[in-house]
């Protein structure tokens, strides 16, 4: 009885951890919005760094 109960229990635990396993694969829909929020805040901070660094050169006369 005990062999047959952790059997069961052995093979649920897998099905359950495979099933998990295989829903981690493809990123929901949250996951690709919170991406494309990251691209864009990151690019965004590219361009003040490049603003600022072209008021810099403008405030020390090298352009």
Request: with cysteine; proline share 3%.
């Amino acid at each position: 009885m005990i062999k047959l109960y952790r059997n069961v229990t052995t093979g649920f635990l897998t099905i359950l951890l495979a099933t998990t396993l295989t829903a981690c694969q493809k990123p929901g829909p949250g996951e690709q919005a919170g991406k494309k929020v990251d691209e864009a805040v990151d690019k965004a901070g590219q361009q003040i760094e490049k603003a600022g660094e072209k008021i810099q050169d403008t405030v020390k006369g090298d352009k």
